[in-house]
């Protein structure tokens, strides 16, 4: 054979429901990546509005709940970074509404999810509703951690502090 090379042609592959759910699952990681780059650097309000985008992403493709979850709640936890209550009350409210549909609420990121919302409204001034939410969460931890440990400790002054309508941040702010 001298000369040129055969000429091939690729057929275009049809989309299936598969193919276009494993795109828009690739889709999400990447974007998880890059809110995850952006929150490593610092720069929450992009980590936060890629964290947006990858909420309507995954809502759409009806991701996991435990997926879509663990979105919420750092949603929520950049909402505070940058001062955006709403967003992270938003945010923290729809993880624990999700949530009750993924398990028992026995476990750590149930209690995670419980204390963020507590959190959130602590710092809002709503002192009624976060020491609810509080207590929920501590029981909850106090499943999973000693009873002397330094995170119960720590998780207790927490809820104190809400009792007592104490005005500062809950969560720690990243410089």
Not at 72 to 80: S, T, V
Not at 86 to 99: D, G, K, M, Q, W
Request: with cysteine; charged share 25%.
């Amino acid at each position: 054979m001298h000369g040129k090379a055969p000429f091939m042609t690729i057929e275009p592959q049809e989309s299936t429901p598969e193919s276009t759910k494993h795109a828009q699952m690739e889709l999400a990681r990447c974007i998880r990546l890059q809110a995850s780059t952006a929150k490593h650097e610092r720069r929450f309000r992009d980590a936060l509005r890629l964290r947006v985008e990858l909420d309507a992403l995954l809502t759409s493709i009806d991701a996991p709940l435990a997926e879509r979850c663990s979105n919420l709640n750092m949603m929520a936890f950049l909402g505070l970074q940058i001062g955006d209550y709403a967003t992270a009350e938003r945010a923290a409210r729809s993880c624990v509404e999700l949530y009750q549909c993924v398990d028992e609420k026995k476990s750590e990121s149930w209690a995670t999810y419980l204390s963020m919302l507590a959190s959130v409204l602590a710092e809002r001034g709503n002192f009624d509703e976060a020491v609810g939410f509080g207590e929920s969460a501590f029981k909850q931890f106090a499943l999973n951690h000693s009873p002397n440990s330094e995170f119960l400790k720590y998780r207790s002054l927490a809820l104190e502090r809400m009792r007592s309508k104490w005005l500062g941040y809950y969560i720690d702010r990243i410089d």
